[in-house]
């Protein structure tokens, strides 16, 4: 059988590299890509081929996918992974900022996306997989941006669904909930960076509150699983929500409807 391709987006360290690992690990020839270069040769062996390239540099997404088809003749998987979270209250995330977070987390995708997809319309075959997020359904206060783009993704997702269906693609998307990787400390970070008014401080300390459970969450290997089970299947889900948290937040949405929903959720920021 012909081994079967995949790109993983944002490869460098927690969901990204753990399903780069998981992937190869079942069979797969995968394109690792991230930005920083140290961080992907440590995964590097005879199934993972590193790409160091960054999703808002279109020219370098071209030119990498012009080599994995010359190398390898066909793309089998696209994992859309790469972004960071802006946190922050909505009026003091500077334009700039809010620009720069749909550059990486949705015209990053949106890039991947055109680019596999003459490739895969060609061979009549292939599975997209974006990672979206919890609050691809849901919004909280503070993530504002954030969520703006996690539900961008969603949306075009589904729309990109209907037009690829019967040419032989499947779009799915996967909506981890908290998960321990390194996403609560970068953009804490981040977030030191954004001055915010003493009104908004109580929201400010409800962000860490709410991303205080990270170092007890699940892996980012749940997510992984989730992925090659996508991949593998003959009709993937369309949309997996995990763990657990992820699927009863958004029940919870739909049953407690807006205003009493987003009442719990100043309760449990304290807000």
């Known amino acids: 059988m012909t081994q079967k391709i995949a790109l993983v987006t944002g490869a460098s360290s927690g969901i990204g590299r753990a399903t780069a ?21 440590q995964i590097r062996s005879d199934c993972i081929e590193p790409i160091p390239l960054d999703v808002t540099d279109e020219k370098a997404i071209a030119l990498a996918i012009e080599h994995i088809i010359l190398t390898k003749g066909r793309i089998d998987v696209l994992v859309n992974n790469a972004g960071f979270g802006q946190l922050g209250v909505i009026e003091c995330v500077s334009m700039e900022a809010a620009h720069y ?10 890039r991947f ?19 979206s997020s919890i609050l691809g359904k849901i919004a909280l206060p503070g993530f504002g941006w954030y969520a703006a783009s996690k539900h961008a993704i969603e949306a075009l997702s589904e729309s990109l669904r209907g037009e690829v269906k019967a040419l032989g693609i499947d779009v799915v998307v996967i909506a981890p909930g908290l998960i321990k990787t390194e996403f609560a400390a970068k953009q804490f970070e981040l977030l030191k960076t954004i001055s915010h008014p003493l009104a908004y401080q109580k929201i400010i300390a409800g962000l860490y509150k709410l991303l205080a459970g990270e170092p007890t969450a699940p892996g980012p290997e749940i997510i992984a699983r989730a992925v090659l089970s996508a991949v593998t299947k003959s009709i993937p889900p369309v ?3 995990l763990p657990w948290d992820s699927k009863t937040a958004v029940i919870a949405r739909w049953l407690l409807g807006g205003r009493l929903f987003a009442w719990a959720v100043r309760q449990q920021m304290r807000v």
């Open 113 to 131: 996306m055109h680019a596999v997809l003459p490739q895969m319309r060609k061979q009549k075959s292939g599975c997209i997989v974006n990672i």
């Open 21 to 41: 690992e998981l992937l190869a690990a079942n069979g797969y020839y995968v394109f690792a890509m991230a930005r920083r270069v140290e961080r992907l040769e």
């Open 101 to 110: 977070q749909f550059e990486v987390n949705v015209f990053g995708y949106a």
């Open 239 to 241: 949309r997996h929500a």
